[in-house]
């Protein structure tokens, strides 16, 4: 039995900077409600994809969606942090 073998070292060699570092994990953590939100309203438009939409699905489409902007104005605020005094407001 004959055995094959690579002459060449590998194409793309492993690192350690294909890990995501500590910060961009912070930061997903961070933006984790948005994604979950995100999912959410995307599950309830790909379930209505293949049917007309009936009033339970509207509302599951507009809870959804509500979901989103809270998240995105929660996150929004998160990032912005409070203001120093003496800003301007």
């Known amino acids: 039995m004959k055995h094959i073998i690579a002459l060449q070292g590998l194409v793309t060699p492993w ?47 507009r809870r959804a969606r509500n979901r989103v902007l809270a998240a995105r104005r929660d996150l929004t605020n998160r990032t912005a942090g409070p203001s120093m005094p003496g800003d301007a407001a």
């Open 15 to 61: 690192s350690d900077g294909l890990e995501p570092s500590d910060a961009e994990l912070d930061a997903i953590e961070v933006e984790m409600p948005l994604i979950l939100a995100d999912v959410e309203l995307l599950d309830a438009l790909i379930s209505m994809l293949d049917r007309p939409a009936s009033e339970f699905d509207a509302r599951r489409i």
